[in-house]
């Protein structure tokens, strides 16, 4: 069984409906030849859409990805996006040159604004020149795509949205995120008038909605339900985080099989979590800085 492929917007680039993402495969306990097996297989069974970010692990996560997809011919198989982190000019176009020479590539598929989670950062992408920097790289055949990503609040995605015909947008999309600072009520409606490329991610919600596959610690849903409601919603693909081959057999068989819920099932879901959902206590990326990324907590002058 083949993993099902989505329009990606605007791009018209075909992907996987479910990402290999960038952060877990290349964790400190992974060993290289472990994380690069991961990606491999993950290539080799379906996967053909690979997420990363100039700043995981340090630029760890695009060396191993770059090792893993440089081999076998992978690279040309794969539509591969990773993030820049600078919000200015001289940053924008030295992160582009870390990202290329890592990830082994003379091009990104897609190019993402990483964590536009502050107020400000929409300003600053214009006013310190990171945006027109892109636009220059897009120009010159180093990126195809631009999109952007973010985690904290719908009212920041509106706020990015005039600013560019953006090829993609990547948010939160989870059980609980229509009854707490909701991407799925208040952003993806305005991403389809645009014909924008929808990426979900934080569909177990870092964890905290899940338990292990069991409504355990708290979790108000199975991870197969979680992933199930996640690729229900009107995106292209759902980024997955993946640190283990158990982890990425249960997305493969999750990706393979998946059936759409109906409306009726969606909602019955949503009902069910809404008791605990609605004050985001399982949706900490939106309310706290825990998930925020330590260059972008520096950038913002927080503590690390």
Not at 90 to 115: M, P, V
Not at 131 to 141: S, V
């Amino acid at each position: 069984m083949t993993m099902p492929t989505r329009i990606l917007g605007r791009t018209g680039a075909s992907v996987s409906h479910l990402c290999f993402g960038g952060w877990h495969f290349a964790q400190p306990e992974n060993t290289d030849d472990a994380a690069i097996r991961l990606v491999q297989r993950a290539a080799d069974e379906g996967f053909t859409f690979f997420d990363n970010a100039w700043d995981y692990h340090m630029g760890r996560s695009e060396e191993l990805m770059g090792r893993a997809l440089a081999e076998g011919g992978r690279r040309q198989k794969a539509f591969l996006m990773t993030k820049n982190c600078a919000r200015d000019a001289a940053g924008t176009r030295q992160h582009l040159e870390d990202s290329l020479k890592r990830l082994r590539t003379d091009y990104l598929d897609l190019w993402q604004f990483h964590e536009i989670n502050y107020d400000n950062d929409p300003d600053w992408i214009v006013e310190r020149g990171a945006l027109a920097a892109a636009l220059e790289a897009q120009k010159a055949g180093k990126v195809r795509f631009i999109g952007f990503t973010g985690h904290k609040s719908p009212h920041i995605f509106l706020k990015m949205l005039p600013l560019h015909e953006w090829d993609t947008v990547q948010l939160p999309i989870n059980v609980c995120d229509p009854w707490y600072r909701s991407s799925i009520r208040e952003v993806l409606p305005k991403l389809a008038e645009r014909n924008i490329g929808a990426i979900g991610m934080k569909s177990l919600g870092g964890g905290n909605i899940t338990a292990g596959g069991v409504m355990i610690g708290g979790g108000v849903c199975t991870v197969a339900e979680a992933r199930r409601y996640a690729l229900s919603q009107p995106i292209a693909s759902l980024v997955v985080g993946i640190d283990s081959e158990t982890v990425l057999d249960q997305d493969l068989e999750l990706g393979r099989s998946f059936v759409p819920m109906s409306a009726v099932e969606r909602t019955a879901l949503e009902n069910r979590v809404k008791p605990v959902a609605s004050d985001g206590r399982f949706e900490p990326h939106k309310s706290t800085q825990n998930y925020d990324g330590p260059y972008h907590r520096e950038q913002h002058g927080f503590a690390v």
